[in-house]
């Protein structure tokens, strides 16, 4: 029986017109998928395998990604690498040979533009340089803020080692609800998110000698926001030095925001990257994954592979095919080590993907769009990026917001092919069609400030005193209509007046490092007297999704366990009952494991849980418990999410003021329930407009919580035979 099939073909790309031919080619392939060339010969005899149920995808190489070396250069050997010391690992970084060059340019610019190739040191090097020059001196601390919580911590825990202190003493990082910082801390690596919610204690950020915003391509909501705020106090302290760091893209329009601030560019140091496409589009990108690593694995030299996938879900769904198809090989293939890299992952098994690959095996690491530019994880030779990513996206004019897994940009594509080559002259596997690319890929992903809410960027500049929001100095503005309805959302919450003043209320609820309606809730708790029960929602509600597992070969204990924690109501008063139960278990592993419950994520949320409480003070709410009367817990739950409700019509659910179709999702509590009315956390679309997280409410209470948003009309109900009545019931309930 003959190997099994090296679908790669390997051609030269040729003149314009070859390139033309082929993008054709690829599209007429579209009619033809090509599955498993069975006569095939491999290419690496040493490889030899056969890979009998497995399919295999055929790709077509149609370009190269420039490189700035010679592609006959050998690969770096990881181990040896790691064997030299940390210092020699440092000198050897593309920054090092500039290091005078930049701290001179530092000093004699406030503001400098940096721009440099992904693993060029940028992140890890830059902040240390600086402090070795002195900048820290009189406790002055630098700030450098990334747009993912991952990455904050990686750098930070890497940037200690090279310096052989403590996590925490002079480096440390500070992230959403966990901060590895003390009073010794002079580098901070943080989250955008937490810098910017360090001009609400330290408008001016007087204790800050530098800032440095990196990853400015990422063009995250927060970065663009503080690309405004750290302009305007640059003007007025000119000892304060502002950096921004940013992969090969967009350096001029940031000089240009900048005032003409000068870019300086640290020479690339990258291999050319063959690219390949698919001969036909693949309808299951996962699967189409899963063969083509397989592929990649039996047919190719050694090298890891690192592949692009979209989130945690899929990211563990991958993982779990590729494992299970490995241990069916056996000792057919080499040892192929699977690792996952996802925001949620803990820091232990983060760690591990930076570990060097054992001799004889190959690596292949599935992370999210967070090793696009912001880990650089040595020794990937292989990419392998089907071309999508989850994407948040927002219709002001409906105020949905939801998360899709849509296509990625150029841009972006050509970012992930970059990763191959690294370390020697690598390959990129797309697994779409080189006309796909062409016709169907924007050229850049747009800022997220286009394609967001803005409730929580609008308070915390109102809380900043920033009043006139329209012209304010944004490097993109926001569409109009979004910033007025985020305006119009925070009066209906009370947080603004009616003249777009902060009002007492709303200053409470930008203190809370959440959601403006996550705070209004905490917020409400106090009127319901249940701020115990309302503080484990909201922690619950902040740690994602991520409660229950369900292990493939025990699916049916799992759900069962999962349905054993249903209470009338809705998945709140679930997620209530899982936490409540889990702290009697003492807060037990044992106790989650039995139950089929993420111990870490139920840790993360009592950690959040913790925060949240030490806060209560802050903004003047007590602790008290509803005595298991949920009414008050869900009326609480109302008077935050009142924006969030639908109703059960003929032809299914629709938003209360939008009339938009929505979906209950089905793994939902109240999934087979179909209450009429209900009010959800979140939106998520994937085949459908799905509601996540949803809790059964009564339509009188909206008129209830939120009188000003709600008329009585709009809530009257044709299937029902009576009114809910509204006068005299509400007012006995508000005591
Ligand atoms: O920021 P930039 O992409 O320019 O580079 P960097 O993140 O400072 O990375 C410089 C070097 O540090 C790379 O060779 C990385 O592999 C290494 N690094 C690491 O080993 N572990 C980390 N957690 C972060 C970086
Ligand atoms: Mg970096």
């Given at each position: 029986q003959p190997a099994r099939a090296v679908d790669v073909v390997e051609e030269e790309s040729g003149a314009p017109g070859e390139e033309q031919r082929r993008w054709e080619e690829a599209r007429l392939g579209a009619a033809s998928l090509k599955f498993g060339a069975r006569d095939a010969t491999p290419q690496e005899p040493e490889y030899q395998l056969v890979l009998e149920e497995e399919e295999t995808i055929e790709f077509v190489r149609a370009t190269q990604l420039q490189g700035d070396e010679e592609p006959s250069a050998p690969p770096v050997p990881n181990q040896a690498q790691q064997k030299?010391?940390?210092?020699?690992?440092?000198?050897?970084?593309?920054?090092?040979?500039?290091r005078e060059e930049l701290l001179a340019a530092i000093a004699n610019h406030q503001v400098l533009i940096i721009e440099g190739e992904t693993g060029s040191g940028k992140t890890t090097q830059i902040p240390q340089y600086l402090f070795e020059e002195g900048y820290t001196k009189k406790s002055m601390k630098i700030a450098c803020t990334q747009p993912r919580r991952v990455a904050a911590m990686s750098v930070a825990a890497r940037v200690a080692r090279e310096m052989g202190v403590k996590l925490g003493n002079e480096v440390g990082y500070s992230i959403r609800f966990e901060d590895c910082t003390s009073e010794r801390t002079v580098l901070r690596y943080m989250t955008d998110g937490m810098l910017l919610r360090e001009f609400l204690s330290e408008p001016d950020l007087a204790s800050y000698r530098v800032v440095m915003v990196d990853e400015a391509h990422e063009r995250t909501l927060h970065t663009d926001i503080l690309f405004g705020l750290i302009k305007d106090v640059?003007?007025?302290?000119?000892?304060?030095?502002?950096?921004?760091a940013s992969a090969t893209l967009d350096t001029a329009r940031f000089s240009t925001f900048f005032d003409d601030a000068p870019v300086f560019r640290i020479p690339g140091r990258r291999f050319p990257v063959d690219i390949f496409y698919t001969k036909a589009p693949e309808a299951d990108y996962l699967e189409a994954c899963v063969v083509s690593v397989l592929q990649i694995h039996v047919t190719q030299p050694p090298g890891d592979i690192l592949v692009f996938l979209t989130g945690q879900e899929e990211i563990e769904a991958a993982c779990e095919m590729l494992q299970d198809r490995c241990r069916r090989l056996g000792s057919k293939i080499r040892e192929l080590l699977v690792l996952p890299i996802y925001a949620n992952l803990p820091s232990d098994m983060q760690a591990r993907i930076f570990q060097p690959t054992p001799p004889g095996?190959?690596?292949?690491?599935?992370?999210?769009?967070?090793?696009?530019?912001s880990l650089t994880i040595e020794g990937i030779i292989y990419v392998l990026d089907p071309g999508f990513c989850k994407q948040k996206s927002y219709n002001p004019r409906t105020g949905m917001e939801s998360l899709t897994v849509t296509p990625c940009s150029k841009a972006s594509a050509n970012q992930r092919a970059g990763r191959a080559g690294r370390v020697a002259a690598g390959k990129c596997f797309r697994l779409y069609t080189a006309w796909a690319y062409q016709h169907e890929l924007e050229e850049t992903t747009v800022p997220e400030i286009q394609r967001t809410s803005l409730g929580n960027v609008v308070l915390l500049l109102k809380s900043l005193g920033i009043h006139d929001l329209m012209h304010f100095d944004f490097l993109d503005p926001p569409p109009y209509e979004t910033l007025l309805l985020a305006l119009e959302q925070l009066y209906a919450l009370g947080a603004l007046n009616h003249l777009g003043e902060l009002t007492t209320s709303g200053r409470k609820m930008a203190e809370l490092p959440v959601d403006p309606m996550l705070s209004k809730m905490i917020l409400a708790s106090e009127k319901y007297s249940c701020s115990e029960e309302i503080l484990t929602v909201a922690a619950m509600l902040s740690v994602n999704n991520s409660i229950f597992y369900r292990p493939k070969d025990k699916v049916v204990h799992a759900d069962n366990a999962r349905v054993n924690f249903?209470?009338?109501?809705?998945?709140?008063?679930?997620?209530?009952?899982?936490?409540?139960?889990?702290?009697?278990?003492?807060?037990?592993?044992?106790?989650c494991y039995e139950n089929f419950v993420q111990f870490r994520s139920m840790r993360r949320a009592r950690d959040v849980r913790e925060q949240l409480e030490g806060l209560l003070e802050r903004v003047e709410v007590g602790l008290s418990s509803c005595q298991g009367d949920y009414i008050r817990v869900r009326k609480a739950i109302t008077a935050g999410y009142f924006y969030h409700t639908a109703r059960l019509t003929r032809?299914?659910?629709r938003t209360v003021k939008q009339q938009q179709t929505v979906f209950i999702h089905p793994n939902s509590s109240l999934f087979e329930e179909q209450p009429r009315w209900l009010l959800y956390h979140e939106l998520v679309l994937t085949t459908k407009e799905f509601m996540?997280?949803?809790l059964e409410i009564e339509s009188s209470w909206l008129l209830e919580v939120a009188p000003h948003y709600?008329?009585?009309?709009?809530?009257?109900?044709?299937h029902a035979k009576k009114m809910p009545k509204k006068t005299g019931k509400t007012r006995e309930e508000l005591g």
């Open positions: 030299e010391s940390i210092q020699a690992v440092r000198r050897s970084l593309p920054v090092f040979p500039f640059a003007r007025f302290r000119p000892e304060l030095k502002v950096l921004v095996a190959r690596k292949v690491v599935v992370a999210t769009n967070i090793a696009e530019t249903f209470l009338p109501g809705g998945d709140h008063l679930v997620l209530l009952n899982v936490y409540t139960q889990w702290a009697e278990s003492g807060y037990s592993s044992q106790w032809s299914g659910y996540r997280q949803v709600y008329k009585a009309k709009e809530l009257e109900d044709p």
